[in-house]
């Protein structure tokens, strides 16, 4: 058998209380596409840091091209070959596709000029490449994000990486970006025999991109497998130890009264002359492609941005909404699509963000009562099953699924009727993901009305009572569940016009 290009033996990692990997041993193969998946905290992040050189293992070793190496910094790990395309992305907006593909690497001419010319050449082969049609010249800030991934990976393939990691690099994409991704990895795989590390928590694009796939849990290596031997059940056992009978544990609804409508609202360039009405005890989604105008909507509802023109309704009642604290008044909730820079604040401890919403319940007069703020942080981190060493962890310490479940538990006790969740799965885990479900599952059991963002079409289906669809701004169509039109193919068609 050929040697490894990438290969790890017993390497461990720990921080302070916490052995992040668990001597982790793994092979990549030279031209495969090798996915790795893990429930978060698992420690794929870890294992990233140290094939890229940005930790130091305690223990182990690392093999490239079955020659031992330790890397100091990210800068020799890139000089051995080892290049990452991470969920934030390091681009300079401002720059050029051709600054940015030669990010620290410009080419020089023998007097130490840079050589323009040169490097405007190479931009040019490289994203002929990987079919990419926009200009070495365009500034990348003009650039979609899908776009801009397509500079990164560029980047790395300027830079002759021999391994190419990909970290969760739909998370931020449409449908249409996904694939166009998919195309170029593939091509840049199978034709010019480039070897990539794909990470994601989305198991489909496991089997339509990988030829193998690595499993951990609990910082432990479980199994590499091909792709072939492998399926939907077999993964998720292999990554939480245990089988779910049902992805989408959906409750039977009992629609109640209509708790929020909206009339005719629209606020220029975002959504236009919406209507819709969501009612207790359902789960209401929305769906459409990116840029349907979904989120900010709701941006308008929870008093982030206002309205040109249109009523909001709620409680039967006409309300002006002006600012959270209005919406907050209204009893209604809503958990961020970003919850890094939205929905915490990750500075902040676990507890911090905890009762960050419900703080002014625990005040009588400048006394704060913490004895019953930590009763009901420990209440939250029980009932969500948020995994921390204490309360007292830093947000941003925690796995993006523990993140998660801190933004839900920070809204629970705010006595709210209604919760928007805005792409509630949006970077996490299988396991997070049902725990996510059922949450919404026992809102909805209490009368509440629960209204879902998301791109994910299985999702929808598997957890929405009604759907409507969004498209460039427009309401396109609502779909009740026992509707013949309530399947992919009924959403998506309504997603692109087809109505």
């Known amino acids: 058998m050929d040697t490894p290009i990438i290969e790890l033996k017993n390497v461990t990692k720990v ?37 890229t050189g940005v930790h130091q293992p305690e223990e182990g070793e690392y093999f490239i091209d079955g020659a031992k190496v330790s890397f100091k910094n990210t800068r020799e790990a890139m000089d051995a070959g080892i290049a990452c395309v991470y969920q934030e992305m390091h681009i300079c907006k401002e720059s050029s596709v051709t600054d940015n593909l030669f990010l620290g690497r410009f080419i020089r001419k023998k007097n130490g000029l840079i050589d323009k010319k040169a490097m405007r050449q190479k931009a040019q082969e490289v994203l002929e490449m990987m079919g990419q049609t926009f200009s070495p010249d365009m500034s990348c800030g003009k650039l979609s994000v899908g776009q801009q991934q397509m500079v990164e990976i560029g980047r790395a393939i300027l830079a002759e990486a021999k391994l190419i990691i990909l970290d969760e690099p739909t998370s931020s994409l449409g449908e249409t970006e996904s694939e166009n991704l998919f195309k170029t990895v593939r091509k840049l795989n199978k034709t010019n025999g480039i070897t990539f590390l794909f990470i994601s928590h989305k198991l489909d694009e496991l089997f339509i991109l990988c030829d193998r796939v690595t499993v951990m849990r609990d910082s432990k290596f479980i199994v590499t497998e091909d792709i072939g031997n ?3 059940d077999s993964l998720i056992q292999y990554m939480v ?3 779910f009978d049902n992805l989408y544990p959906k409750v039977e609804a009992h629609p109640g009264e209509t708790i929020l409508e909206v009339r005719d609202l629209s606020r220029m360039g975002e959504y236009y002359h919406m209507n819709f009405k969501a009612r207790r005890g359902e789960i209401l989604g929305f769906s459409g492609l990116v840029g349907a105008g979904r989120s900010e909507l709701f ?3 929870f008093g982030i941005t206002a309205a040109d023109s249109g009523e909001i309704i709620v409680h039967g009642q006409p309300c002006r909404i002006r600012s959270t604290e209005d919406a907050i008044g209204h009893k209604i909730a809503y958990l961020s699509e970003d919850r890094k820079n939205e929905g915490l604040i990750l500075d902040f401890t676990v507890k911090e963000n905890l009762v960050s919403v419900v703080r002014p319940k625990y005040k009588n007069g400048i006394r704060l009562d913490f004895d019953g703020m930590d009763k009901l942080v420990d209440e939250q981190i029980d009932t ?14 925690l796995s993006g699924g523990n993140q998660q ?18 792409e509630p799965t949006k970077g996490i885990d ?4 049902i725990e996510v479900y059922k949450v919404m599952n026992k809102l909805v059991e209490e009368n509440k009305c629960v209204i879902m963002i998301s791109s994910e079409l299985q999702e929808i289906l598997g957890m929405s009572d009604r759907v409507v669809v969004m498209r460039n701004g427009h309401f396109m169509k609502e779909i009740e569940r026992d509707d013949e039109a309530f399947t992919q193919d009924g959403i998506m068609k309504a997603a692109w016009g087809v109505v």
């Open 15 to 51: 921080f302070p209380g916490v052995i992040a990997l668990n001597s982790m041993s793994m092979q990549i193969r030279r031209g495969e596409v090798h996915g790795l998946i893990g429930e978060n905290g698992a420690g794929k992040s870890t294992l990233v840091k140290v094939l």
């Open 230 to 232: 492998l399926d939907n």
């Open 241 to 243: 130890g245990r089988t």
């Open 299 to 301: 941006r308008t509802i």
């Open 384 to 397: 969500l099953n948020i995994k921390v060493s204490s309360p007292m962890q830093a947000a941003a310490e």
């Open 405 to 422: 479940k801190v933004v839900i538990g920070k809204w629970m006790p705010a006595g709210a009727d209604i919760f928007v969740f805005d």
């Open 430 to 433: 299988v396991g997070a993901k």
